[in-house]
């Protein structure tokens, strides 16, 4: 079974940075468009940012927009995402997953991913 590993959560202040990591044992990331989604509690699932396969096009959600920044290292097959000027309300648990019906960013139909994994908890507070 392919699941994700999510890695790089914390405690941070706001304003503070943290850098999460995910990668797929069995799963080449390049071959798929790859996102970074969170779920707060009490809150539905939402996408955060987004790595197409092939053109490698970045897509963000425009409530982290110029604070975040996703990027791909195809040798170590690790997607991260670098989170900059945290708020409070970035809290959440971040997710990765893989998009199974196209290889370009669809950052608005969560249903088109998959082999979602446990999860890091990103924590903002003073």
């Known amino acids: 079974q392919v699941q994700f590993v999510e890695s790089g959560g914390g405690l941070v202040q706001p304003g503070g940075s943290l850098r999460l990591s995910c990668t797929a044992p069995?799963?080449?990331?390049?071959?798929?468009?790859i996102g970074w989604f969170r779920q707060a509690p009490g809150k539905a699932r939402e996408s955060v940012s987004c790595f197409s396969s092939g053109d490698g096009r970045h897509t963000y959600a425009s409530s982290v927009k110029g604070r975040f920044t996703i990027s791909r290292d195809n040798a170590e097959n690790t997607v991260y995402l670098q989170m900059n000027s945290l708020k409070p309300e970035d809290t959440a648990v971040y997710y990765c997953?893989?998009?199974?019906?196209?290889?370009?960013?669809?950052?608005?139909?969560?249903?088109?991913?998959?082999?979602w994994g446990q999860g890091t908890q990103v924590t903002v507070s003073s």
């Open positions: 069995g799963l080449t990331l390049n071959d798929y468009a």
């Open positions: 997953a893989a998009n199974l019906m196209r290889r370009a960013c669809a950052l608005g139909k969560i249903y088109e991913y998959d082999y």
